[in-house]
């Protein structure tokens, strides 16, 4: 990995914490969505990374929500299973041989490619955080429409932040 990928993390680390802090973290609407842009910074790391470096970034990108939302380890949990999400899916669907992109993008894999892993990805994060903030199956109806609903509405705002930044392949 060479210092402008790191620097390109980091610098989308940062931003998408402070977008995750100071502006979406009281965004909700009726108490049944609540959208975690900060999962694109995981979903967004190169195809090369090293799957611990990809689980320690990820834990610790959870921690740090964990100390902002007070949720003692539910997004460190959430981002862990998404990182394992995100190698299975990957080892399942792109050839590392043959491909030439540095990261999974928008731009670079296609919007049916990029939709489904997102959305897979961000399902089950948001599947971890509700399921452990709620952790009682007595409210499973609610804990699952939570889910859903917040989902949709991270998905969208990450294809959102991928369109912004959409870089168009020459040809």
């Not at 900060?38 to 610790?60: E, I, K, Q, R």
Request: aromatic share 18%.
């Amino acid at each position: 990995m060479n210092s402008r990928v790191v620097i390109i993390n980091i610098v989308r680390w940062l931003l998408l914490f402070f977008v995750q802090i100071f502006l979406l973290r009281n965004l909700g609407f009726y108490n049944l969505s609540t959208p975690f842009i900060y999962v694109l910074f995981v979903l967004a790391l190169p195809f090369g990374m090293p799957n611990l470096l990809l689980y320690l970034l990820a834990f610790g990108t959870g921690i740090a929500m964990d100390a902002f939302y007070d949720t003692l380890g539910v997004h460190a949990t959430a981002c862990a299973v998404l990182a394992f999400v995100r190698i299975s899916f990957i080892s399942v669907t792109v050839n590392r041989d043959g491909f030439d992109e540095p990261e999974p993008s928008l731009s670079a894999m296609g919007f049916k490619w990029f939709g489904l892993y997102a959305l897979l990805c961000i399902f089950f994060h948001h599947l971890v955080v509700f399921f452990l903030e709620a952790f009682r199956l007595s409210e499973l109806g609610y804990t699952l429409g939570r889910c859903l609903v917040s989902c949709i509405f991270t998905l969208f705002l990450v294809l959102l932040a991928q369109f912004i930044f959409y870089k168009r392949k020459s040809r």
